[in-house]
């Protein structure tokens, strides 16, 4: 059989090379109009998309064909994965990938920041030579709270430490136990980062619980000569809260690589913001990470649809509603079981072991279910219905 792969943002020509030495048959559609998409669509087996491609319930739908979906890079809201799972379309992404180059965006944003760059660069290109005005920073010793402790946030901790920074750091996930007394972190809540961090860098995904988390109330605790960064995803910070705070002197300064539309429009109130540092998406804009993401996510995809290897998935599909009926009132009983844990720990989750006893074959949806339900207090997890 003769798998097709529909590629539909720009990736590396490794990645599209490593496809078709696996026999792959590569349909290279970057941005395509609706009705070029819609002619091909129903035929793909696999389907990879970067932070370009919006994949919609409508789209889904008209994939009869498709298997699986591969976002070259993280962050995976540009696709209804909710529709994915009730069509048994597994959906995985490369969670690796974009690390280094986001952490190392983040800390340049920063830097530009603090010593005024940005401003200095538009004022020479203007005919002025205003360095009076624009006296900047050092980070030594400042402050610098990094919400979000994931790959991303530690690799930010340990660029920042090399500046001698202090670093507070806020993750539901994680408590201090999970660091030593050298790793230079405290744990704090996130009120408190909030209002004692002369730098604020946001490293969490966008879902319901993170979606307006900085709005004008959050924005008006930060100390007034304190900035933020967000590399992450657009939404998390009200943009127009943020531009209110900013040109009131509410705070400092703004550096944003991420927006909750994209392209960014000409009439945003963030382009006419008082010290603002704005780049169009550019956290994972570099030949490595391109490179890296490319051929990791064509090599996962290959790897699936030619010899059944599932790499990294975020979701839980079901092909068959008929099985996903017969195993509903063990998935509610998993859930429960995983919740009831969940209230019952003390501290951070080491290791988790489920025992399945009776006649279902597939135990996996189980496993899945009680470490989601685990899992309910401090993220936010994707459910569906019958």
């Not at 490593?18 to 087996?45: G, R, T």
């Not at 490595?288 to 699936?304: H, L, N, P, T, Y």
């Not at 509603?321 to 509903?328: R, T, Y």
């Not at 998935?331 to 951070?348: A, H, R, T, V, W």
């Amino acid at each position: 059989m003769i798998y097709k792969v529909l590629i539909t943002d720009p990736i590396s020509q490794n990645g599209l090379d490593f496809l078709e030495k696996a026999d792959i048959e590569v349909i290279n559609m970057p941005n395509p109009e609706k009705k070029d998409l819609y002619k091909v669509i129903s035929d793909v087996h696999g389907w990879i998309v970067r932070s370009g491609t919006n994949i919609s319930s409508e789209d889904i739908k008209k994939a009869s064909s498709l298997q699986i979906i591969g976002r070259a890079g993280v962050g995976v809201d540009n696709i209804d994965i909710d529709e994915a799972t009730n069509h048994g379309i597994i959906v995985m992404n490369m969670p690796d990938g974009n690390t280094i180059s986001a952490a190392e965006h983040t800390m340049a944003m920063i830097s530009c920041l603090s010593r005024n760059i940005q401003l200095g660069h538009l004022g020479l290109i203007s005919g002025s030579w205003d360095r009076h005005k624009l006296v900047g920073n050092e980070l030594r010793s400042k402050v610098l709270g990094i919400i979000g402790l994931g790959r991303i946030g530690r690799e930010v901790i340990k660029r920042a430490l090399s500046y001698d920074m202090k670093i507070l750091g806020y993750d539901p996930y994680v408590n201090q136990d999970m660091f030593s007394e050298d790793d230079g972190i405290e744990v704090v809540d996130l009120d408190y980062l909030t209002e004692n961090s002369d730098i604020i860098t946001i490293h969490i995904p966008l879902i319901e619980s993170t979606k307006n988390l900085f709005d004008a109330q959050r924005l008006s605790r930060m100390k007034s000569t304190s900035k933020i960064i967000n590399v992450a995803r657009g939404g998390i910070i009200n943009e127009s809260d943020l531009s209110e705070a900013l040109n009131k002197g509410i705070i400092a300064g703004a550096a944003i690589d991420v927006f909750e539309n994209e392209p960014l429009d000409s009439n945003s109130p963030l382009i006419k913001s008082k010290n603002i540092l704005l780049t169009p998406h550019l956290g994972a804009s570099t030949f490595e990470a391109k490179e890296g993401v490319s051929v990791g996510i064509c090599r996962q995809i290959s790897d699936f649809l030619t010899e059944g290897k599932l790499s990294n998935p975020i979701n839980m599909p079901f092909s068959d509603l008929s099985k996903l009926k017969v195993l509903k009132p063990f998935l509610d009983l998993s859930l429960i079981m995983g919740k009831m844990q969940s209230q019952l720990n003390e501290s951070p989750i080491q290791s988790v072991v489920i025992e399945c006893f009776g006649d279902i074959d597939d135990t996996k949806p189980i496993v899945l279910t009680v470490l989601s339900g685990s899992l309910t207090n401090c993220c936010s997890i994707r459910t569906f219905s019958l």
